[in-house]
């Protein structure tokens, strides 16, 4: 089966820990996203690749960090300078960067910080 | 600030009414519009889009979409709901072609069968 996955779907975490939000894909799309989900704000975007290792920083990367050293994977790192981690994490991919292409959404990860 | 707004934050329906979901965006220039649907339990996943040409775009399950350019819209239609239409529905847009989509807030329909 095609699509992407992401590990694990909770995770729970102390204050002042960092943590590394899996991200993978089998469908061979050069580009990939990460959004934040908080209830009545939407998806907010956190970080984006449009190739392997390349990556631009979305409306809220501060706190965060990625990397893209293999095609299919994105991993996002939640350091311990994000203020408010807590939050529901999608990562998502399109065949090419650029608004034309459709994203495909992974089920997310909920991370709880306390 | 550029900005995506669902002014309709749950929206309760019966069977077989008609629906209207609002998306209005403050972005000026070339715009791609998008609606997205996640069910319940499921990924999120693409309803319909709108990158050019007729205004009025069909998306699965009926569902259709009108951008209306003077208005800054792209509202949501459906003539007939299901209860299967339950979900949580997102107006998304990307404006000017670069690789930044905007999402709305969300708007969470409920279908009473």
């Known amino acids: 089966d095609g699509g992407i996955t992401q590990s694990p779907k909770y995770l729970f975490r102390k204050e002042g820990q960092n943590v590394t939000l899996s991200c993978e894909q089998n469908?061979?799309?050069?580009?990939m996203y990460w959004y934040r989900q908080d209830p009545g704000q939407g998806l907010r975007l956190i970080y984006y690749?449009?190739?392997?290792?390349?990556?631009q920083k979305g409306d809220i990367a501060e706190g965060y960090s990625v990397s893209r050293e293999k095609k299919e994977s994105f991993p996002l790192t939640v350091t311990s300078a994000q203020k408010n981690p807590t939050a529901f994490y999608l990562c998502a991919s399109s065949i090419a960067p650029g608004a034309v292409y459709e994203q495909y959404f992974g089920p997310g990860t909920r991370l709880t910080v306390t | 600030a550029q900005s995506v707004s669902q002014h309709n934050h749950h929206v309760i329906l019966s069977e077989a009414a008609s629906l209207e979901l609002g998306c209005n965006y403050s972005y000026g220039g070339t715009v791609n519009l998008f609606w997205y649907v996640q069910y319940p339990g499921q990924h999120l996943q693409l309803l319909l889009k709108y990158f050019s040409g007729d205004p009025l775009v069909k998306g699965i399950k009926g569902f259709e979409a009108e951008f209306i350019k003077s208005k800054f819209s792209f509202n949501l239609r459906k003539p007939s709901v299901q209860w299967s239409d339950t979900a949580e529905y997102f107006c998304a847009v990307n404006a000017n072609n670069n690789n930044d989509m905007r999402f709305g807030a969300g708007t969470r329909l409920t279908v009473k069968p």
């Open positions: 469908l061979n799309h050069d580009a």
């Open positions: 690749s449009q190739i392997v290792n390349d990556f």
